[in-house]
């Protein structure tokens, strides 16, 4: 895992033109609206203990003290003040397979999700960390504040790198339980293609923090040129196929198995008790996820 300190010293003056231009995109998405849903959305992990209080009729029976009211006759709820601060993790797949996809590839998809998340922890001073993996860890910011921070985040997501061709999201999922000591929102951004089992993993830290998994799917997955016979690379296994392009059943399947492979991380969410979004060509899934999440807890 390499010192991050001296990213933005190893990036050029293409890539610092792509992060001003990223970085003003940013701030016109993070309009007023946005950044009231999105502190209200996740508003519900920055609470910390205050105290314990008698019972009262219509208190949630979850924050009930079993303990305290064990020890005697009344029932004891647990009371809590919400932290100024939010905990952001960002954890982004950078493995081979996120360099494809059409029109953009799916890192830089990936990448403008992470300016735009991080500039909304940025207007509402929370703190952001940054976790790059693929078959390993490589590399990690703690969790901080600032607009040093922000930077930092953004000069390491575009550092020149060779993209390994596996991908290892239990290797990620703990290390994030073990550095991560304070509750935290974690976005676990990647295309999920990987032949690792990782549930128990994703059980885990969904449990101890709020956790979205964000599928950077390729919203064109059958756009193949119509040239008969062609060979398909895998870009992680580097296996090869043949298929016949201009075979509209073989286009049709692409794309079915695209949607399955959707469905069954969102199953996993679901049995994991986590939300899982699919983004494609835009942002919006995640706008609307946080416009859900703030009308939910707002009739709640």
């Known amino acids: 895992m390499k010192d991050s ?164 999201i239990d290797i990620a999922l703990s290390h994030l339980l073990l550095h991560l000591k304070k509750t935290s929102v974690i976005f676990l951004i990647s295309d999920f293609l990987t032949k690792t089992v990782y549930d128990d993993e994703l059980s885990k830290v969904s449990s101890r923090h709020d956790l979205i998994c964000v599928e950077i799917a390729d919203p064109n997955p059958s756009l193949l040129p119509r040239a008969g016979l062609i060979t398909l690379v895998d870009a992680e296994s580097g296996a090869k196929r043949v298929i016949d392009s201009s075979d509209k059943r073989v286009r049709t399947a692409l794309k079915e198995q695209s949607l399955q492979h959707s469905r069954h991380l969102d199953s996993l969410c679901k049995r994991v008790k986590a939300d899982a979004i699919r983004i494609e060509d835009t942002l919006e899934p995640l706008t609307n996820l946080m416009k859900y999440r703030s009308s939910r807890i707002q009739i709640a």
């Open 5 to 168: 300190s001296t990213a933005h010293q190893q990036v050029s003056h293409d890539v610092l033109r792509e992060l001003k231009r990223l970085e003003i995109r940013s701030r016109r998405l993070a309009d007023a609206d946005l950044v009231g849903s999105y502190r209200t959305a996740f508003r519900g992990t920055g609470l910390t203990f205050s105290e314990l209080r008698e019972y009262q009729a219509g208190d949630d029976v979850r924050h009930i003290h079993w303990k305290a009211t064990a020890r005697g006759k009344t029932a004891y709820v647990k009371t809590y003040e919400e932290d100024r601060q939010l905990n952001i993790v960002l954890a982004l797949d950078m493995s081979r397979s996120m360099l494809y996809g059409s029109p953009r590839s799916k890192l830089a998809r990936a990448r403008e999700l992470c300016a735009l998340i991080t500039t909304l922890a940025r207007k509402t001073q929370d703190n952001v960390s940054l976790c790059l993996f693929a078959d390993d860890i490589i590399e990690y910011l703690p969790l901080r504040t600032g607009r040093k921070q922000v930077m930092r985040v953004l000069y390491t997501l575009f550092e020149d790198r060779i993209q390994p061709p596996e991908t290892r």
